[in-house]
Structures are given as C-alpha cells and as structure tokens.
C-alpha cells in the first residue's frame, strides 16, 4: 500500500468483526508505537493490552459504547509525565505531543495489517487509572481499540479545504 493510500484508509472504525488479532500483527502494531519519534527521544509512554474476553468485559465500562465492547483489544496508551521532556522557557510538558505521535503509528500500521483502530479520549479517566492502579505520575491518554472492521466501505474524509488551514508567509 503506498502511502498516501495507507493514510486514505485510516478511519476510526466503530463496528468489528468476532475475529480476534493475531499476536504476530499486535506486536507489530506495539513495535510501531515504540518506533515513533518523541521530544530527546525520552519516549514517555507505557502500552497497556487488554485482550482476555473477562478482562474486556471489565475494561469496557471505561467508555460507555456498544460497538466498544466489539473490540477484541484495547491498547492503553499512558504518558509518563515524569519522564517527558519539558521546554525550558515555559515549562510546557511534551506527554501529549509524543503519545499522539506513538498513537498515530499504531493506527496506520493497523490499516496496513488490515485491521481497524478506533482512536478515544472521551473515556473514564479517573475509573481508568483506578482500574489500573496507576500512579499519578501516569496519565491514560487515549484508548486505541483494535480488530477487523465490520465493514468493507472506507467512509469519505470530511475535512477543512487547504485554504482554511495553510498559511503561505506573508510578512
Ligand atoms: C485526540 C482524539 C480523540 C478522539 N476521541 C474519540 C472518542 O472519544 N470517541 C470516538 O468515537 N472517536 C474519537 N476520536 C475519533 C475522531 O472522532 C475521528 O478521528 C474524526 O472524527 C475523523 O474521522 P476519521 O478518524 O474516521 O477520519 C478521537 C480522535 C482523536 C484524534
């Protein structure tokens, strides 16, 4: 798949097959979580996998949605505020920018594995990091859920033309 079809495909898909992953693609899709670039290359990010049909079913209660509880995975994805890089001149914490960059390789290198990943923010925070115990150094900043997409249709993109969102220099 060349690139520009790799990200085309890329939907946040909300309906999944009952087929689980095979744990050969799930690596892979972790692997390019790990390979993502972040701010001194501190990498300050954890991956939870919730996968057991018990440990699901427990989980889902996280983010109240019916096609949620379809997925056959869920990968936690945590920043670790104390080992982010944070900018001298006013302190502003990367966490964010490189979980969201770690995130983004995941999804794609699901699609080119044929598989389908809904990005979600809009979760339980608070239930979340008591579900896992975290210590409050670590934030749960999205939950990826992953498997076969029930659904053959790429859905088209409704984005903002280039003229609202690009801005040639002009001084
Ligand atoms: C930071 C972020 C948070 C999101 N949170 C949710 C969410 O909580 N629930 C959900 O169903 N989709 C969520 N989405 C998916 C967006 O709604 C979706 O990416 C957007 O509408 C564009 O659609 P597409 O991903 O199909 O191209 C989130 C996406 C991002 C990037």
């Not at 898909?13 to 670039?37: D, F, H, T």
Request: proline share 5%; aromatic share 12%; with cysteine.
């Amino acid at each position: 798949m060349d690139f520009k079809t790799l990200i085309s495909n890329r939907y946040s898909v909300r309906s999944y097959l009952q087929k689980e992953v095979e744990e050969e693609k799930l690596i892979k899709i972790l692997e390019a979580g790990q390979i993502a670039p972040s701010a001194v290359n501190f990498q300050p990010w954890h991956f939870i996998v919730v996968s057991e049909p018990e440990n699901r079913e427990k989980f889902s209660e996280i983010y109240h949605r019916n096609w949620f509880k379809e997925a056959p995975v869920y990968i936690i994805v945590c920043g670790d505020h104390k080992q982010a890089w944070k900018r001298k001149e006013d302190g502003k914490d990367h966490t964010d920018v490189d979980a969201a960059i770690a995130i983004d390789h995941m999804t794609l290198q699901a699609v080119e594995l044929g598989l389908g990943t809904c990005w979600i923010c809009n979760f339980f925070v608070d239930k979340c990091k008591e579900f896992f115990n975290l210590p409050k150094h670590i934030e749960p900043i999205a939950i990826l859920s992953l498997g076969y997409p029930n659904n053959d249709k790429i859905p088209a993109k409704k984005r903002k033309s280039l003229e609202e969102i690009v801005h040639w220099e002009k001084f």
